[in-house]
């Protein structure tokens, strides 16, 4: 059963995290953005709850506080910790809502792990904690991505070699992250239909680009 009221509870702790966070309030679009992410990852962590017979509450949970590390301003190595960052901050918010400590251990685990499959602490690589990661990743390609990444590689820039060049190297990547593993049938479905979402939509742009030059003659 889905506890909305644990949810809610830990939906404040992680607003009112990002409220007192100075970095994030200097930087507003910051903000916005990864709480949107945020809550991205939770509804396909939810998704891949349902359907692996995950406890759909704690995995909200762990993928809602996943991130919460970026109340912090990120020092050296900053980046790359923030996965157990967010674990510790997260640890003494779950004892409080009352969650046994083997559920707090595997919630926080997931946290831990999910940008370098790493921890501080002892914890299995259980299909539930793995799945917090699992669900970060596909968050990373969505239509909004694809704007996104088109915008901060400044295509629209590019000269028609360099546009040529780019698509090819980006196809050629996607069909390479296609065949990571997950750690779920559901999650290795959701991840592969979102590769060929991305690969459909590059090679239809190689595809206009192509006809953007020459004229294009058959046989």
């Given at each position: 059963m889905f506890d909305h009221e644990l949810v809610t509870k830990t939906e404040e702790f992680l607003n009112q995290k990002f409220e007192d966070a100075i970095f994030l309030n200097e930087h507003p679009e910051a903000k916005a953005y990864r709480l949107e992410h945020t809550y991205r990852v939770a509804n396909i962590g939810r998704e891949i709850?349902?359907?692996?017979?995950?406890?759909?509450?704690?995995?909200?949970?762990?993928?809602?506080?996943?991130?919460?590390?970026?109340?912090?301003?990120?020092?050296?190595?900053?980046?790359?910790?923030?996965?157990?960052?967010?674990?510790?901050?997260?640890?003494?918010?779950?004892?409080?809502?009352?969650?046994?400590?083997?559920?707090?251990?595997?919630?926080?685990?997931?946290?831990?792990?999910?940008?370098?499959?790493?921890?501080?602490?002892?914890?299995?690589?259980?299909?539930?904690?793995?799945?917090?990661?699992?669900?970060?990743?596909?968050?990373?390609?969505?239509?909004y991505r694809i704007h996104e990444t088109l915008n901060h590689d400044s295509f629209l820039q590019m000269t028609y070699e360099e546009k040529t060049d780019y698509l090819e190297k980006r196809l050629s990547r996607l069909r390479e992250l296609r065949a990571l593993p997950f750690s779920t049938k559901t999650a290795d479905a959701l991840w592969k239909s979102r590769l060929d979402f991305y690969i459909v939509f590059f090679q239809k742009l190689a595809d206009q680009l192509e006809r953007s030059k020459n004229v294009i003659v058959n046989g």
């Open positions: 709850a349902v359907k692996e017979g995950f406890d759909e509450t704690e995995m909200v949970i762990a993928c809602l506080l996943h991130d919460v590390a970026y109340c912090e301003e990120f020092g050296e190595d900053g980046w790359k910790e923030h996965g157990r960052h967010s674990a510790q901050i997260a640890r003494p918010f779950l004892k409080g809502l009352g969650l046994p400590e083997n559920r707090i251990n595997d919630i926080c685990y997931g946290i831990a792990v999910h940008v370098d499959e790493k921890a501080d602490f002892p914890g299995e690589n259980t299909p539930f904690a793995l799945s917090v990661g699992d669900a970060d990743n596909i968050d990373r390609f969505d239509a």
